[in-house]
Structures are given as C-alpha cells and as structure tokens.
C-alpha cells in the first residue's frame, strides 16, 4: 500500500482557491498515474482529474473544468491540485489516488474510481461564506 498523503485543504469563502497535494514519503510517484477524487457528505466518492505518469495526459471531470489545474513535480515527487473559482458544491473530502497495478501509463482518459488501487487518508475541503 502506498502511503499517499494529501495536504492543502480547508474552509475557504466561494470565488477563492486552494492548492492539494499529494505526496508518498519514501516511494516515487514518477511512473504513476495520479488521479483527485472527492466525496461530498452523503454522497458517493466521484472522479475530479487525473494525470498520467509523464504528465502529457490529463483529463477533467465537467464540474471541475476551467477551475481546477492538476500538476506533477517529480522533483518534488507531488501531484498537485490547483482549485481556483471555488464554489459550496466544490465541499468535499479530497482524496488523491496511484495506479499501481502497472506503470507509465502514459494516459489517463477519465478519472475513474476503479482504475486506481492505491489511496490517500483525504483532506477536508469546506466553501462556504
């Protein structure tokens, strides 16, 4: 199990932005695709982006697009998630997730819950006024 460990979250007004993060001390996430989820109260955990191992394909779920910019550091070995134009509907656990079934996945068409194994403890992320 790869310890994935989010970071970045808390209460913020609606119009502001937050940046996640997403690292896992002691493994590389270089080869990995990387993928944001998130689940509201009551609500089912669903895809917000993901990112493929070079960073060449991403992809976007609608609710997000034009708001929120996922990135790589492998410098840093963190995968990040830029939130900006934040909104009440956008209050959510944040988790972030590794495909470790296999390596380099050079794409990520969708960010689909079962094509990630690997998954992060979330952080909290509240929009309200």
């Known amino acids: 199990q790869l310890p994935l460990v989010e970071s970045g979250g808390g209460l913020v007004q609606p119009g502001g932005s937050l940046r996640l993060s997403c690292t896992a001390a002691g493994f590389s996430l270089d080869y990995l695709r990387i993928g944001w989820f998130r689940q509201a109260p009551g609500k089912g955990r669903e895809g917000v982006s993901c990112?493929?191992?070079?960073?060449?394909?991403?992809s976007y779920a609608d609710s997000v697009k034009g708001r929120f910019t996922i990135s790589r550091d492998h410098a840093r070995n963190t995968v990040y998630l830029q939130m900006n134009s934040l909104k009440p509907e956008d209050t959510a656990v944040y988790y972030c997730a590794a495909r470790t079934r296999d390596t380099y996945s050079s794409t990520c068409y969708a960010p689909i819950l079962f094509d990630f194994d690997d998954w992060g403890q979330g952080t909290q992320v509240t929009v309200t006024v």
């Open positions: 990112i493929s191992s070079g960073g060449g394909s991403i």
